[in-house]
């Protein structure tokens, strides 16, 4: 993230990437733009804008190899720009925050606990209800429901 890169560091990498998908080979990085393409140069071009433009919340290297990992390979540089690049990139982000480890669940249920239990202890709470009186900008539906007993206390 952060850094944005150039037209020659986003060609580096989808190649770097593909080959090594699709051969299993790490090509040597070119040096000079003149081993692009013409015609794919102006799909890095396109694709180091939408990087620039998104202010750092794209990390193009993770899109890059999120798209070589969903096309198992091989694939075009127009693919990078398009709206189905982006929808690949932004399911494999959420695929990838996703966990079915029942230990990593519990764990962030258990750290999730004890953040709402210090909040509680340090600002005098000392029931559910005053903790859903306290965030109740936060919290309106949960609220609504325990009022109305739908959810168990």
């Given at each position: 993230m952060g850094k944005?890169?150039?037209i020659l560091d986003a060609?580096?990498?989808?190649r770097s990437e593909v080959l090594f998908r699709s051969k299993?080979?790490?090509?040597?990085?070119?040096?000079?733009?003149?081993?692009?393409?013409?015609?794919?140069k102006v799909f890095f071009e396109k694709f180091v804008k939408l990087v620039d433009d998104t202010d750092g919340i794209v990390d193009w290297k993770l899109?890059?190899?999120?798209?070589?990992?969903f096309h198992s390979g091989w694939f075009h540089p127009k693919s990078?720009?398009?709206?189905?690049?982006?929808?690949?990139?932004?399911?494999?982000?959420?695929?990838?925050?996703?966990?079915?480890?029942?230990?990593?669940?519990?764990?962030?249920?258990?750290?999730?606990?004890?953040?709402?239990?210090?909040?509680?202890?340090?600002?005098?709470?000392w029931s559910f209800d005053e903790y859903l009186d306290e965030n109740r900008m936060f919290i309106p539906r949960l609220r609504a429901r325990r009022i109305g007993n739908l959810c168990p206390p």
């Open positions: 944005v890169p150039t060609f580096n990498h989808w299993g080979v790490h090509p040597r990085r070119s040096t000079s733009e003149d081993a692009i393409k013409p015609e794919y899109y890059i190899e999120d798209m070589a990992k990078l720009t398009t709206q189905k690049g982006m929808k690949i990139y932004r399911t494999m982000i959420k695929t990838s925050r996703l966990s079915s480890d029942p230990d990593e669940i519990y764990a962030q249920v258990s750290a999730s606990i004890g953040f709402i239990r210090g909040y509680c202890i340090e600002n005098g709470i």
